[in-house]
């Protein structure tokens, strides 16, 4: 099974790119999803979340992560993001290889893995071809401050949080250009297409049917970790 790694910057536009290869066919694992089921109230997350920063962090009506209200501290405090992705991250990154293990025994010959920290999080190391989706920085940071009624100062501090968007365009293997309409995002994305697929569904299936088992046991075992909140 060949894993596609999806990234860009904040507000580039990797999820419009992401919901047109859904429409491609593309079985999608999204870690943005994953991100904030993995802090929902009762799991592993969001009780470490709560013991650091207190219940200061969650909305008091609904009792769930005050989502804004955290994302003002990780972005504007180095230790704060550090503190939330140590909390977070090793689960997230489980129950992506949880999904990717449930793709590879339903037979799927490629997945897109949609994460905006491809390279930060090292789960670069997980895939076989590199998609970014790509605009200028100065685009980007228009579109966030237009997009989440952010100041400039808010929206800069976003862009530094991450990867700068040209350093991750030289890394990639496919670019896809994000500057435009939408009709030409999607154009861009319909060039591609051939790429992202196998050269050798006899080698996929090989590789099924050696792989098999231990991708069984390993889903089986995850799917219970999950279950348990442990």
Known sequence: MRIIGLTGGIATGKSTVSDILRGHQFPIVDADVIAR?????????????????????????????D??????????????RSTVNQATHPYIRLEMLRQLLGHFLRGNSAVILDTPLLFEAG????VHLIMV?????????????????????????????????????????????????????????????SQLKPSSYLVTAFTWIVFFWPAAFGYVGLSALKALKL
């Open 123 to 126: 789960i670069v190391k997980w």
């Open 133 to 193: 989706v790509y605009v200028p920085q100065d685009i980007q940071k228009e579109r966030l401050m237009s997009r989440d009624l952010i100041s400039s100062t808010a929206a800069q501090q976003r862009i530094e949080s991450q990867m700068s968007i040209e350093t991750k365009r030289e890394r990639a293997d496919i670019v896809i250009d994000n500057t435009g309409t939408k009709p030409e995002t999607r154009e861009n994305v319909s060039r591609v297409l």
């Open 37 to 65: 089921q993995v802090v929902l109230p009762g799991t592993p997350g969001f009780r470490k979340i709560v013991k650091a920063f207190g219940t200061d962090v969650l909305d008091q009506e609904t009792g769930l992560l």
């Open 67 to 80: 989502r804004p209200k955290l994302a003002q501290r990780v972005f504007s405090d180095a230790s704060a």
